[in-house]
């Protein structure tokens, strides 16, 4: 891309955090330049930076921005963590930074505000470089749930305007391409706000993947004409069981997946992964505004005044998922067991999916 998701500005050009506005792709690549936590806040809830890996990244370096104004830095992590409640990224990354910037400031006798900030940005760097790392380890992880050409659908927008690096499921996409197994991806356009043909389909075409975008109705037709070898999503957050919540539309893709027997594959960080949520129903979902809905690029599409169920998410439950990809293994199945393994360290991959092996997934 011509300029990265998120960028720190270190003084005397900032301190500030520009993000590139995934709210005017693909039309312009335009910049907003965050200079206080309620400019980075109201960014996040209008989604100019999005993506649950990004969020945690965006949430470091807005306590970064907030040690280096002076600020609150308390009330600055408060305000950042809650700016958007599904995506568990978010305050992951900001208590990373929080935690990072109280043990600078202990033992310090001489400018510990200034010494703590530094502290507060080197942490948030390392969480956006642990990030790229993880992209890259699931991108070869993913890679071995491929079939030679393959043709898989995803669901929204997950790749490196979401991470560090080049994405989450997305990543996984770009190595099965360079391996020469991918076919054909199709991209849902992910209403009400269009992240798949706005977003995907704006990275697919710079990697230069064969893809076509579909209505998400679409997709039931698809698969029902065995079109789809594999469905690959990413997740804002993943609860204790292994229950996913990702963007609304996932669940019906995971009952169609499970109904037409094709694999159902959620790649996502460690982060991504809240062992303090036990299932599903614990999982906060995040209600939009209703003019997302009634109109479309600000051209209503209702009469006024039309109310709108608009939930930002939706929650799959693990009896639908075939596998969760993280940067430290495959957890096959999802549950409460695989998930503990994976976030205490170690995984086991196991081997490639053929089509001869789906039946077993499903039994």
């Not at 949430?59 to 600020?71: K, M, N, P, S, T």
């Not at 963590?81 to 109280?102: K, Q």
């Not at 010494?115 to 992880?141: C, L």
């Not at 037409?260 to 299932?279: E, G, M, N, Y």
């Amino acid at each position: 891309m011509e300029a990265p998701a998120l960028r720190w500005l270190d003084p005397p050009g900032g301190p500030a955090i520009a993000l590139l506005d995934q709210t005017r792709l693909p039309a312009e690549e335009a910049i907003v330049t965050c200079t206080d936590v309620p400019g980075l806040v109201d960014a996040i809830r209008r989604l100019v930076v999005r993506g649950a890996p990004m969020l945690g990244v965006a949430g470091a370096f807005g306590v970064a921005l907030a040690a280096y104004r002076g600020d609150d830095v308390a009330a600055a992590a408060a305000s950042i963590e809650s700016a958007r409640p599904t995506a568990v990224n978010l305050g992951w990354g900001v208590r990373r930074a929080f935690a990072a910037y109280r043990q600078a400031l202990q033992g310090q006798s001489q400018d510990p505000e200034r010494v703590a900030a530094r502290a507060v940005v080197a942490e948030a760097r390392s969480i956006a470089a642990q990030d790229a790392a993880a992209s890259a380890s699931m991108a070869r992880h993913g890679l071995a749930l491929i079939p030679p050409g393959a043709r898989v659908l995803t669901h929204c927008n997950t790749g490196a305007l979401v991470s560090g690096g080049e994405g989450t499921a997305f990543a996984v996409i770009l190595a099965a391409h360079r391996a020469g197994r991918l076919a054909k991806l199709w991209i849902d356009e992910t209403r009400p706000l269009l992240q798949g043909s706005r977003l995907t389909a704006y990275e697919a075409r710079r990697a230069g993947l064969p893809h076509a975008v579909l209505a998400d109705s679409a997709a039931a037709s698809l698969l029902a004409a065995g079109a789809v070898d594999i469905i690959l999503t990413g997740a804002d957050r993943i609860a204790a069981d292994g229950s996913v919540a990702n963007k609304v539309g996932t669940y019906s893709l995971a009952v169609l997946a499970r109904h037409h027997r094709v694999p159902f594959v959620v790649v996502a960080p460690v982060s991504t992964i809240d062992l303090d949520t036990p299932d599903g129903a614990g999982i906060e979902v995040e209600q939009r505004p209703a003019d997302e809905v009634t109109s479309v690029s600000g051209v209503p599409v209702a009469p006024a005044g039309t109310p709108a169920y608009n939930p930002a998410f939706d929650v799959t439950p693990p009896s639908l998922i075939t596998a969760i990809v993280t940067e430290r293994g495959i957890a096959r199945p999802p549950a409460a067991g695989t998930l503990r393994v994976l976030t205490a360290g170690s995984g086991k991959v196991e081997g490639p999916l053929a089509a001869a092996h789906v039946e077993r997934w499903w039994s």
